[in-house]
């Protein structure tokens, strides 16, 4: 398997620009997370979905920041308009049995907005 | 949510054991312990994960405290290529709240 894919690995964009992240999990895995990564904040929960339905969004942090799985092998997050504040990496990860045998995190999206 | 304490940085020397600690003295009793780190530019991996006997795998063993409010990581023999930070963290794998963990820097 090629573990969990995520697109683009960088991005840069201007502030107010839609920006959508996109991952692939693990073909067989039922639950999907979104985290965020800063230095001031750590690692964040953003949100995660199991069989394809969200399941806890409380750590998104406002409505400019959207989240789709439409299928068991696809999620987007989307942010509508993006800051400057919204830089980070964004980790997307994926598991099976509510983790019983670990989380597979991507290689991650580092976004800037400028 | 239960809360973890955990050294903010920690050292080694390449081929010697290293014991990584955690607190985690409001842990419930149906929260599994989960090790996980972090290498450089990289997502985090799994390492380890008990709920209340010791576990042994081929990157670590976890040694869990009768009581289950701490737990210890244990890398058995330090490489630089385990220089990375050790995150632990409680709770029932649908939703893992990660802490701002262990650096740990191995020397040659």
């Known amino acids: 398997d090629a573990g969990v894919i995520q697109s683009p690995r960088h991005e840069v964009t201007e502030m107010g620009q839609e920006v959508t992240l996109r991952c692939k999990p693990i073909?067989?895995?039922?639950?999907l997370f979104w985290y965020r990564q800063t230095m001031m904040r750590g690692l964040e929960l953003l949100i995660y979905f199991n069989n394809n339905v969200p399941i806890d969004d409380s750590g998104m942090p406002e409505d400019r920041f959207s989240a789709k799985m439409p299928n068991a092998s696809f999620s987007t997050l989307k942010i509508q308009p993006s800051e400057p504040r919204d830089s980070a990496v964004y980790f997307c990860?994926?598991?099976?049995?509510?983790?019983?045998?670990?989380?597979?995190f991507g290689s991650g999206t580092r976004l800037t907005v400028v | 949510d239960a809360k973890t304490t955990q050294p903010n940085s920690m050292e080694s020397n390449e081929e010697e054991p290293v014991h990584l600690p955690c607190n985690h003295s409001?842990?419930?009793?149906?929260?599994?312990i989960h090790w996980y780190r972090q290498l450089p530019s990289q997502g985090p991996e799994y390492v380890i994960h008990?709920?209340?006997s010791n576990v042994n795998n081929r990157m670590a063993s976890l040694a869990i405290a009768e009581d289950r409010k701490s737990s210890t990581l244990i890398l058995h023999r330090a490489t630089l290529r385990d220089a990375a930070v050790y995150y632990c963290i409680p709770g029932q794998g649908g939703k893992l709240i990660f802490g701002q963990g262990t650096e740990l820097s191995v020397k040659p």
């Open positions: 409001t842990i419930s009793g149906t929260d599994y």
């Open positions: 073909s067989g895995h039922d639950y």
């Open positions: 990860a994926s598991s099976f049995l509510r983790g019983g045998y670990g989380y597979t």
């Open positions: 008990g709920l209340t």
